[in-house]
Structures are given as structure tokens and as C-alpha cells.
């Protein structure tokens, strides 16, 4: 009796330590239409840090997200957002037709037609594990105002330590 008492207490403590769901948007799919082509499909989703829940009681989170950038994938972090009035989001996806071709479509928010609706200003933003841009052989990359642009040399970037 007591071993079932015992494993009926650490059931229910086990149960009440569970993570409690973020407020998300009202989902919709992706239309068609927002499908894009892109060379290489995008790495897995990084890890994030989400922050504390604004006071807006009416904020939901929107995960992060790999954004194609011309010639690299660049990660779009989750933030917490107010909705926009009487919109629906659209997550991000990925399609690979039967040959191979792979497509993808961002996250955006929608009316109910399936027009865009501008993004929200987010309130806060969380905050990814490792490097943020990303080359079609995986490799993690400088991004930034600062960093080189695709394809330039970074030699002569790093100076030798003064003996």
C-alpha cells in the first residue's frame, strides 16, 4: 500500500512539473502562392532561449525560423508579438516536389482572404545557440554590419598578438 502511495505522490509532482504551453497565434496553412524555390533546403532549427512573457496579455510567441537570403539561410530568432487585429499566421514550411526541388514559404500573418499582413513589431526576441548564417556546406558564418560580404576573403581580418 505504501509503494503505491509513494508512486502516486511522485506521479502527481511529475505531472505538475511539466512545461506549461507558450500563447501561439492562430495558425493557418501557407497559400501556393507563398512557396519560393530555393537551392538547399535549411539546417535543423536552433535551440532557443524564450523570455519571459511580456504583460500584454494578449501577446502570443512566434517561433524562430530559417530566412533565404540570396545565397545563404539566416535564422530569424522567436519573439513575443501582438497579433495583428483579425489575422491568422502562417508558419514557415518546406516542400520538396518529386524532383527534388525543394521550396519554402516564411512564416507571415494573413487575413482571412489569405492577404499578407505587415508583421507586428515584436515586443521581445529570444535568443539562439551558436552562429546565425549559415552556407550551403553547413558552415556557420559572420553576420552582422560588420561581417564580409559572401564570398570575400577574411584574410588579413585577424592580426597576430604583440609579443
Known amino acids: ?22 500563447p501561439a497565434p492562430r495558425y493557418v496553412a501557407q497559400t501556393t502562392a507563398a512557396l519560393r524555390p530555393v537551392p538547399f533546403p535549411p539546417p535543423p532549427a536552433r535551440a532557443e532561449w524564450v523570455p519571459a512573457a511580456p ?13 533565404w537570403q540570396g545565397r545563404r539561410w539566416a535564422w530569424r530568432p522567436g519573439r513575443w508579438v501582438l497579433p495583428p487585429t ?6 514557415w514550411t518546406s516542400v520538396r516536389d518529386a524532383r527534388g526541388n525543394v521550396y519554402v514559404a516564411e512564416g507571415r500573418w494573413q487575413d482571412s482572404r489569405g492577404r499578407a499582413v505587415a508583421d ?30 559572401p564570398g570575400a576573403s577574411h584574410q588579413g581580418a585577424l592580426k597576430a598578438p604583440a609579443r
Do not use: F, K
Request: net charge negative.
Open 1 to 22: 500500500m505504501r509503494s503505491l502511495v509513494a508512486l502516486a505522490v511522485i506521479g502527481g509532482v511529475a505531472l505538475g512539473c511539466g512545461h506549461r504551453r507558450l
Open 55 to 67: 504583460r500584454e496579455d494578449d501577446a502570443v510567441w512566434v517561433d524562430g525560423e530559417w530566412i
Open 86 to 91: 483579425n489575422a491568422s499566421y502562417a508558419p
Open 120 to 149: 507586428p513589431a515584436p515586443i521581445s526576441v529570444g535568443r539562439s545557440s551558436g552562429g546565425a548564417v549559415v552556407t550551403r556546406d553547413g558552415q556557420d558564418v559572420e553576420a552582422g554590419p560588420d561581417a564580409p560580404a
